[in-house]
């Protein structure tokens, strides 16, 4: 098959010049749609443009119930309806400016963000990255190693998917309360924690390595995640093919027009977006354009890519890469267990203490969010039997009962519960029903190929 590639091949200063010259225009439209604010986004088109922006309105936390994406050519035209967690439309007004910041000629490449792979000394913590295989008790362990080598850990996240398990945390020295940088210390750091990764004979590669250059969290645990090969369908749980919780793709070229059509549809969830463009760029796709529908309890993503050659997908092998790493970008944020919410005083220790008490009562954490603000500590676990069984309210009121039962709350997480999913192939073009998309419709340019 021919491939498509552009007619003028753009370097990072011409980039620069042209953001100079057309620089980024960003509209937050509050009167066109009753039930949602619109985010428009025109600017000159370069690698990376969509996953910025998407980047942006996922750091702001803001839903996206819909998308109408188009960057075909040098110009990039992109509509968003967002709301904020609650629902509500927008009207903080320098939501426009910060996503004007993100394309700007100054904006940081993500290319810088690629690759940085174990522990980074920055202006006000150190980094420490760690991939391997997940295990009961494994949290418990790393945090323990990292008290007893006087860290204080003062934000962090971790995701567990198939068996694999990515953590992104960052620390400080306990008395001084700056970042560590000393490399006989960080060696030592890294050598402890390489030991608990590898405790249970990990027949991958276990990683904690130096890293170099500024991370985005979220994109790194995906990129590491990716990188370990979380994706791969050979592990015992990975589910079988009825499992509601796998998510629907297909991977079709659409021959008249030159590019590959993936089709995603799986329950809507917040950042489910940010996942997905976050993997096709970082799988070293172009989107070219894209229609998302978000307004019930599933989601439903179109999108038309090549890879960054100009060539659409040209093996059995690579179309099915390209679902399984989506399947894996959607299940690894998808919450499982009871969500647990520990607030309270920060201390020295803290996590160290908290997991230990879930590994004694044999529960196992599958996913964490951990920060500090101020001196509270704000710690998100989400915990399952470490048996695999379901977790008792008895195990769970004698948690809280050694931890606290005024800083340990039990929050049902309202995006853990797929909805039934039907069978068979579906596509977006079949959901257009306003004038407005009838119109992106008619034009060809969000045309569904089936």
């Given at each position: ?41 025109d ?9 910025e ?25 992109d ?18 400016e ?12 993500f ?32 945090f ?9 850990v ?10 694999r ?25 890294k ?20 890293s ?42 659409c021959a ?10 799986c329950?809507?969830?917040p ?70 919410e ?75 519960k797929s ?12 959901l ?19």
């Amino acid at each position: 098959m021919d491939c498509w590639s552009p007619s003028l091949a753009v370097d990072d200063e011409f980039q620069k010049l042209a953001l100079r010259v057309n620089p980024p225009r960003v509209t937050v439209d509050n009167g066109t749609s009753r039930k949602a604010t619109l985010i428009k986004v025109d600017s000159a088109n370069k690698r990376g443009s969509l996953l910025e922006v998407v980047q942006v309105l996922n750091d702001l936390n803001l839903i996206v119930r819909r998308a109408y994406i188009s960057s075909d050519g040098e110009w990039f035209m992109d509509v968003f309806h967002v709301t904020d967690q609650q629902g509500n439309k927008l009207y903080d007004d320098g939501i426009a400016e910060r996503i004007q910041q993100s394309l700007g000629p100054r904006a940081r490449s993500f290319r810088a963000l690629r690759s940085s792979v174990g522990v980074q000394a920055a202006s006000e913590h150190t980094t420490i990255e760690l991939t391997g295989r997940d295990r009961a008790g494994l949290l418990s362990e790393v945090f323990a190693v990292l008290a007893e080598l006087k860290c204080n850990v003062v934000a962090g996240e971790v995701w567990t998917h198939n068996s694999r398990m990515a953590s992104v945390v960052y620390i400080t020295d306990e008395e001084t309360g700056k970042p560590i940088d000393d490399p006989l210390r960080l060696s030592e750091i890294k050598e402890f924690l390489l030991n608990v990764l590898k405790a249970d004979k990990d027949m991958r590669t276990a990683n904690t390595a130096v890293s170099v250059g500024s991370t985005h969290k979220e994109r790194r645990l995906h990129q590491m995640m990716y990188a370990d090969r979380d994706y791969d369908l050979h592990s015992a749980d990975s589910g079988s093919a009825s499992d509601r919780s796998i998510p629907f793709v297909t991977v079709e070229n659409c021959a008249d027009k030159g590019y590959t059509v993936v089709n995603l549809r799986c329950p809507d969830r917040p950042k489910l977006l940010f996942d997905t463009v976050c993997t096709l760029t970082d799988m070293q796709y172009v989107v070219y354009h894209a229609t998302v529908i978000a307004e019930g309890p599933e989601a439903y993503q179109e999108y038309y890519i090549r890879h960054t050659d100009g060539c659409p997908i040209s093996s059995e092998g690579e179309r099915q890469r390209v679902m399984h790493c989506l399947e894996a970008a959607i299940r690894r944020r998808t919450s499982e267990g009871i969500r647990l919410e520990l607030c309270g005083d920060d201390r020295a220790g803290l996590l160290s203490d908290v997991t230990r008490i879930f590994r004694e009562n044999s529960l196992s954490v599958t996913r964490a969010e951990v920060m500090t603000r101020g001196s509270q500590a704000v710690n998100v676990f989400y915990v399952t039997g470490a048996s695999g069984n379901p977790v008792t309210s008895e195990t769970i009121e004698a948690v809280r009962q050694e931890i606290g039962l005024t800083i340990l709350r039990i929050e049902e997480d309202m995006y853990s519960k797929s909805p039934p999913q039907e069978s068979g192939r579906f596509s977006l073009g079949n959901l257009f029903r306003t004038r407005s998309e009838k119109f992106l419709y008619n034009l060809g340019l969000i045309k569904s190929c089936s």
